[in-house]
């Protein structure tokens, strides 16, 4: 999914405008083999693990629906590319719905919310009532012009804990910037756009019902705009396009979240570009092991994760202690029983949270099928 640094997995449109951190190498992800997905049943032979959730194959993880910023929607109707037909074709007939669709986003209805709030743990993945309007026989047909949530997602983490923390952290900078973005637009657009005033989990007696939001409402938000809907996030688009870095950086500093997320996302890609573990170390506590056939089957960071540590290695893993440096723990074992611990596999361990600092006792509870915050969490 990812190119071959950071800013390649962010949409040229603000892609451009982002500073010198996303030159940093990208973090390939492939172990979310999304054209044979990985959260589809393949059975045993395949590496299912007891207790592994399945996603359905004609959903996968696009059970979820984006919320996307005014400018992306503009960019995909200012793209050309027959290939986003069906894409185009799907958000105009979004936006005729009126649902969910305001000066700054064209999201879920409301009542969409709710149900993918309670539906998250056991729905995702799997519930058709969940499934993305922009999923075209397993594609998504607007691709290029995804949200944060949409570009950040992945349900398997080469990095494991820390490869989740990372992307995560991308999301959460991704949001603020989509958030920012789409305000800054609508208001150099026409000051005078206003935003829905009812909370996105409160549902009106329309939203209930499945119907559009009452006529003086939406037109208190869109004004003059309505039915020009189009029109408006093509505006934005040019707008967004046509941002100086200095305009950039001013509405980026006014966003306070923003700056604390990007500081936050450099030290989660330095923590896995660079993997440093602690001198002490022990097997998490929270890892809740299940005996499987050959080892013990745990899930550090995601329901989502199944890892099998087989019953050697978990036997050498037994005999690390809190107040002994790993180091020391490993070359004894090495020179009383001749087992050595890879470089590599101890890496793994660590970036997985299997290996904890003891004072650190690894993620608070592994994420219950949590999709990266739950793709929209
Ligand atoms: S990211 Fe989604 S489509 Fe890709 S392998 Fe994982 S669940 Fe399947
Ligand atoms: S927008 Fe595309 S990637 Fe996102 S949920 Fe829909 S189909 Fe999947």
């Given at each position: ?5 950071l ?10 405008l982002?500073?010198?951190l996303?030159?940093a ?13 990985a959260?589809?049943?393949?059975g045993p032979?395949?590496?299912a693990v007891?207790?592994?959730t ?5 959903l996968?993880?696009c059970?979820?629906h984006?919320t ?5 929607v503009?960019?995909l ?7 986003l ?20 986003w ?5 009542k ?13 993945g ?12 397993g594609?998504?047909s ?25 992307w ?6 991704m949001?603020?910037?989509?958030a ?8 150099a657009?026409?000051p005078?756009?206003?935003e ?7 549902l009106?007696?329309e939203?209930?019902?499945?119907l559009?939001p ?9 004004g ?13 688009h ?12 001013s509405?980026?500093?006014a ?17 896995l ?6 001198p ?14 050959g ?5 550090p960071?995601s329901?989502?994760?199944?890892l ?12 690390l202690?809190?107040d ?11 020179r009383?029983h001749?087992v ?26 592994p ?11």
């Open positions: 999914m990812a190119g071959s640094t800013r390649d997995a962010i949409p040229p449109v603000y892609g451009r982002l500073g010198p996303f030159d190498p990208a973090i390939p992800e492939p172990r979310a083999t999304c054209d044979d997905c959260m589809c049943d393949k032979a395949a590496g007891a207790g592994d399945f996603f359905s194959p004609d996968k993880c059970t979820y984006p996307l910023p005014n400018f992306l503009g960019a109707f200012a793209d050309a590319d027959p290939a037909h069906e894409g185009r074709r799907r958000v105009r007939a979004a936006i005729a719905r009126r649902a969910g669709v305001s000066p700054e064209v999201g879920p209805p409301r969409y919310r709710v149900l993918l709030e309670a539906g998250r743990v056991r729905g995702f799997r519930a058709r009532a969940l499934v993305c309007p922009y999923l075209d026989s594609r998504c607007i691709w290029r012009h995804r949200e944060s949530v949409c570009s950040t997602f992945y349900c398997k983490y080469a990095g494991g804990a820390k490869g989740k923390a990372f995560m952290a991308q999301k959460h900078v949001a603020g910037v989509e920012a973005l789409a305000r800054w637009a609508a208001r657009v026409d005078g756009l206003r829905p005033e009812v909370p996105l989990l409160e009106t007696a939203d209930l019902d499945d559009p009452r006529d003086a409402e939406y037109a208190a938000c869109f003059a705009w309505v039915g020009r809907e189009e029109e408006l996030y093509v505006a934005c040019e707008r967004v396009a046509a941002m100086t870095r200095d305009e950039f950086a509405v980026i500093e966003a306070e979240p923003v700056a604390s997320r990007l500081v936050e996302l450099g030290v989660h890609h330095q923590a570009a660079q993997p440093s573990p602690t002490l170390l022990v097997l998490s506590p929270r890892l809740r092991p299940t005996k499987v056939d080892g013990y089957a745990v899930r960071y329901s989502y994760d199944a099998v540590i087989s019953d050697d290695l978990h036997a050498v893993l037994s005999e202690r809190p002994v440096p790993a180091a020391e723990t490993f070359a004894r074992l090495e009383e001749g050595v611990m890879p470089p590599e596999l101890l890496l793994e361990l660590w970036n997985h949270e299997i290996l904890v600092p003891p004072e650190a006792p690894g993620p608070a509870s994420d219950p099928a949590s999709p990266v915050g739950a793709r929209g969490t």
